[in-house]
């Protein structure tokens, strides 16, 4: 007859199973802080004949507690003769340099090393502690700060090389069968302090809910169960609409076709779950999309990698160019050795060899009326040219390339040669400024061609 301590084991084993989140030969990497839910995980593991590694991360930040808490995982593993690897972590000074709340440093440290750990052991999976109360929590948790589907859905058993085997049994459960075994854990002493939001929804607000309900906990995981299959559905539509709404070219850019996503049931939604990954917010795809209603060309918008701009009737998303801004300097010397730089030829020559040619991948400059050293660089904001037969009128560069019909995503790559003045000589490939064209009086000319 099965005891009922028993049970809550098999209900582990029976969860990795219709999970499929191992097979009985796989080497598992098995993440222990020493409190009850990952002591359980490990006990559970090794009694069952699984192949472990046991895993412990000392973060450091809770003085003497954190060092009790290595000498009990090492005491732990010494008695189930189970392999140990552990770390040490300055995690403070990491969150301080990379801006991190402490809780978001102490994860990427950890998964970042577990996975070095499951690499050096040939593991196949890396096995953390997260139980029911942990997806109760967090689903409720990603309502109050604002969620989409996929934060509805709770954790997930497997997400990469990372699973979890408890996550069919709840808390209780984990701590019933440790009392009975009289299996020895530590307790975090921060899991009873409501200065972590988490521990405010576990010890206050999840009480509260079952104090209305105490089904409450069941519920929300069978609510998960349903918004799982919902997500599944969501998922296989916005994979059908990106046939017709996304077009994906050379180099990691994407065009958007306006008229296919306005014709969708969401076209918000939908574009943030295409533009998302490439680091755009929810509120910039509802922008964009607001942005076609009122016929808004030449928007930009920008994530940290990405850049998205708004021309006829398409999203043109592409990585972001370096900054391209930086200047390439030619000296006096450059031009009268005929060097390239810039992407450009520079040479010089006598006024009476200057033969114009019509196209505009060719200018000259009279080499009297030039400041050297010549700078090469993309335009910028503010940038000003006299063109040639405007009788010295100034006129924006932004200006010269709206009338000459340049795409708002080829905008950013066009370049300019400035003199040492700043003075703008020519627009590449479109104008060139008539305070230094050639004049009967022009002896020695300057010839810059597009190469």
Known sequence: MITRMDSIVKKVLSFIKSEGLFSPGSRIIVAVSGGADSVMLLRVLVSSGFDCVAAHCNFHL???ESDRDQSFVESLCAE???????????????????????????????????????????????????????????????????????????????????????LGIYRSEIEEHMKKNSYHYVTDS????QDYLRNKFRLSVIPLLQSVNPAAKA?????????????????????????????????????VVVRELLATEAPSTLLFEYLSPLGFTAT???DMVESTKNANVGR??????????????VF???PSR?????EVIVTEEDVRGGKKAGGLSFAIMPSAEVRFSKGNTVAYADFDKVAFPLVVRTWRAGDVICPLGMNGRAKKVSDVLIDSKISISEKSAVKVVADATGKIMWVVGLRSDERFSLTEKTSAAIKISAS
């Open 316 to 318: 043109t998303v592409k």
């Open 284 to 286: 910039q795809c509802s």
């Open 322 to 326: 370096e900054d391209d801004s930086s």
């Open 219 to 255: 519920n929300v995981l069978s609510d998960i169960g349903h918004l799982r299959d919902v997500e599944a559905i969501y998922n296989a539509r916005v994979s059908q609409l990106r046939q017709t709404v996304v077009n994906e070219g050379a180099d990691g850019e994407l065009r």
């Open 62 to 64: 809770r003085g003497d």
């Open 300 to 313: 930009v918008w920008q994530s940290q990698s990405h850049t998205s701009y708004l021309d006829r009737g």
């Open 80 to 166: 189930l003769s189970v392999p140990l690897e552990i770390v040490h972590f300055q995690t403070e000074k990491y969150a301080a340099q990379h801006k991190l709340s402490i809780e978001m440093a102490a994860r990427e440290l950890r998964y970042g090393w577990f996975e070095q750990i499951r690499v050096k052991h040939g593991a196949d999976v890396i096995a953390v502690a997260h139980h029911a109360d942990d997806v109760v929590e967090t689903f409720l948790m990603n309502i109050v700060r604002g969620t989409g589907i996929h934060g509805l859905t709770g954790i997930k058993p497997v997400a990469g090389r990372i699973v979890r085997p408890l």
């Open 190 to 193: 921060t899991n009873l302090q």
